[in-house]
Every structure is written in structure tokens, then in C-alpha cells.
């Protein structure tokens, strides 16, 4: 069952390869706290342009590993090109819930706070994480989709 996260407010936009990266905040009701997401748009399909409404391209979700964020592969990978190329949109979204205060979470870099699981934790100490159902269950991704997934380092 889908469940409809709050509207992303767009927090950064940056041109790049004709297209842009759009990194957008919202509250999620599944976690438990805010989260961010990056999203590549190639050209055509941005949102905040004159786009056709309901163009719809293939998507890549690239679900990052260990001590990343949703900014990591964005910065650093430089597959917009190729995603340009190609008409392809990427959504990056972060590894963990951040921010909730739980005890423990960030004494190791391998377990808690960008520790990059995607589950749902059974123990009930952790039981805001549940990532599994944030990446799999939520809609109102600002874009049309035909959904592939990736993961690097989980």
C-alpha cells in the first residue's frame, strides 16, 4: 500500500548536462523525521520547465551504501552525462533516517545513522527504521516513472 509522503520543498537546483539535480526536502510520516532525495532530470522532463505534463521517462533508483547520503553518488559519479544521453531521470535518496536522537545510532559507522539497510528493523529500539518501506511504499515522487533499481555498497 502506498503511502503519500508530505510535498517535497525543493532545497537546491543545479544545471548540469542539460538537465538538473534537484535535491528536495520532506517530512515522512513512514520515518519519522525529514528526508532528503536528489533527483537528475534530463533535459525535457524537468518539472520547473515548460516539460509536457505526465512525460514519462525511465527511472533509476541508486540506493548508497555505508557513511553516504543522497549527495554522494551525485557529486561524485558523473552519470548525469549518460543519463542525459539516454532520457533517463535518478533519484538518489538518502540512507537513513537522521536527526531522531535514538541512543546508539551514530557510535559506529556501520550501523545507525547512514548505515545504508534497506529494511525494516525489528527491534523496537530502532523501529523508525524502516527503509525498506520508506524506498518501496511511498509515492508523490515529482516524477513519472518506470522504476529500475540499483545499489552500490549495501
Known sequence: RAVNMAAPEQVSANKCCGGYNRRYKHSSSVLGCDMTFTIYFPPGVDPASSSPPGSKVPVIW??????????????????QKALSQHGIAFIAPDTSPRGLNVEGESDSWDF???????INATDDKWKLWRM?????????????????IMLHGV
Do not use: M, R
Request: hydrophobic share 35%; aromatic share 12%; glycine share 12%.
Open 112 to 118: 545507525g545513522v547512514g548505515a545504508g539497510f534497506y
Open 132 to 148: 525498506y518501506d520508506y524506498i518501496t511504499k511511498v509515492s508523490n515522487v515529482p516524477v513519472s516513472v518506470s522504476i529500475h
Open 62 to 79: 541508486y540506493l548508497s551504501g555505508l557513511t553516504c547520503t543522497d549527495e554522494n553518488v551525485i557529486q561524485k559519479a558523473g552519470a
